[in-house]
């Protein structure tokens, strides 16, 4: 930039103030002022600036030798920048002030668009399957039927409530469906709490019994002992103490509830137990009446039907039944240990992890659903016991099974 265009002064022509522009020299100025040269190209000569650390006239107002005309620019430039400064903040303030109230409303409306999960569950229109490890036609899917009918109309949006029958493996595979389930409420199962709990205790599967979201007990079958007519046994004293051993009906392998459940009753009461698989209850009945083995353990709406044909010997209750008022229960033997014995009490569980809000909807519904009239009513026409025991009450069933068969676990496992 030529030096005539800055802020400069000269001997020859000065200005009374360094800031202030001085007006193009005249040539013949620029040619004897100190400092000045010549330029190279054509035309006038251009001036260097001198140095800023010798000209410049001191900064402060008022200062010895310097121009009122730079205090005035100095207090000019700062009222500009002050009301600069204020503008901005104004505007940064009024900036701020409109973005917080946008963002205000966007959090508000982002909340309200977010629906609680619990109301969420279930949905209208879907389906919740509950499993079950038996197949159609049992105490325990008629059971389950009833209670899937109840339990739809007492959740919200009343969704379709299915039961799949699930047979095979001992109950292993309704439990794994169950348990390898999304968790999210619509995998629920009925199991038989014995089922539950005698492969992880007697045949180390790797899965705690208590790892399900357990939401009550519907069902505590009635379960008696009867024997074969051509046994020639009519008590349990002829039995008991004797150290004899009966053959009896099983309904599964050697680690099957009923299996297990006849040599706990055998080692309780002082005889042995030889058991013989048939395949399911019926066909074990079917063997008792035609005289093939000693007796067998039932629940009562199997049995009963065809109490004329077989020698009731006792019940796994703790007082007498109405139906069998001549029948002693185990509890009036002297063996209320023998209680937890009933294999068959059918207990409804959801995946492990399903949330608590989830749980705490099927929970409501479960109850409600088990004070229906149409379920209690279904229920007695089918000889059912409708049995009632919550969440916390089906938790300590379950570890009550474990403790009573891991303490006896040695003693179950001998050949």
Same mark, same amino acid.
């Given at each position: 930039m030529p030096c005539w265009k800055r802020r400069w002064r000269t001997r020859t022509r000065s200005c009374r103030c360094w800031r202030t522009r001085s007006k193009r020299p005249a040539e013949a100025d620029l040619a004897s002022a100190p400092g000045l040269s010549p330029g190279r190209r054509r035309g006038p000569a251009r001036a260097r600036c001198p140095p800023r650390a010798q000209e410049r006239p001191p900064r402060r107002t008022g200062a010895p030798g310097a121009s009122p005309a730079c205090g005035r620019a100095r207090r000019n430039r700062q009222e500009r920048r002050s009301g600069s400064v204020n503008l901005k903040l104004d505007n940064l303030k009024t900036s701020l002030a409109g973005g917080a109230a946008g963002l205000t409303l966007t959090l508000a409306l982002g909340v309200a668009a977010v629906p609680a999960a619990a109301a969420d569950f279930p949905e209208a229109g879907s389906t919740i399957t509950i499993v079950i490890p038996n197949s159609p036609g049992g105490s325990t899917d008629?059971?389950?039927? &009833?209670? +899937?009918?109840?339990?739809?109309?007492n959740l919200p949006n009343q969704p379709n409530v299915v039961v799949q029958n699930r047979t095979g493996g001992n109950g292993m595979i309704a439990l794994n469906d169950i348990m390898r389930a999304d968790p999210d409420g619509y995998t629920l199962g009925i199991l038989e709490a014995t089922s539950v709990v005698l492969p992880p205790v007697l045949e180390g599967r790797d899965y705690d019994p208590l790892s399900l979201e357990w939401i009550a007990q519907i069902n505590n079958p009635l379960y008696l002992a009867v024997a074969s007519k051509a046994s020639g046994l009519t008590s349990v004293e002829q039995m008991a103490g004797t150290g004899e051993t009966f053959v009896q009906a099983s309904t599964g392998g050697r680690l099957d509830g009923s299996t297990l459940g006849a040599r706990m009753t055998g080692m309780a009461m002082g005889f042995d137990v030889n058991p013989i698989p048939h395949d399911g209850a019926s066909e074990a009945l079917l063997a008792v009446i035609r005289g093939d083995v000693d007796w067998m353990q039932g629940t009562f709406p199997t049995i009963y039907a065809q109490i004329d044909d077989v020698v009731p010997l006792f019940t796994y209750t703790s007082e007498r039944i109405p139906n069998l008022p001549d029948v002693p229960s185990v509890a009036e033997l002297g063996h209320e240990e023998l209680l937890k014995l009933n294999g068959l009490q059918l207990v409804?569980? +959801?995946? $492990?992890?399903? $949330?608590?809000?989830? @749980?705490?909807?099927? !929970?409501? +519904?479960?109850?409600?659903?088990? @004070?229906?009239?149409?379920?209690? =009513?279904?229920?007695?026409? +089918? !000889?059912? !016991?409708? =049995?009632? &025991?919550?969440?916390?009450?089906?938790? =300590?069933? #379950?570890?009550?099974? #474990?403790?009573?068969?891991?303490?006896?676990?040695? =003693? &179950? &496992?001998?050949?």
């Open positions: 008629t059971s389950a039927r &009833l209670f +899937a009918d109840a339990l739809s109309k409804l569980g +959801a995946t $492990p992890g399903t $949330p608590d809000d989830v @749980m705490a909807t099927l !929970n409501a +519904a479960a109850e409600a659903a088990f @004070m229906d009239e149409t379920f209690q =009513e279904g229920m007695v026409k +089918a !000889n059912q !016991n409708a =049995e009632w &025991l919550d969440a916390g009450e089906t938790r =300590e069933l #379950i570890q009550a099974k #474990i403790d009573l068969f891991s303490a006896a676990r040695d =003693e &179950l &496992l001998e050949e």
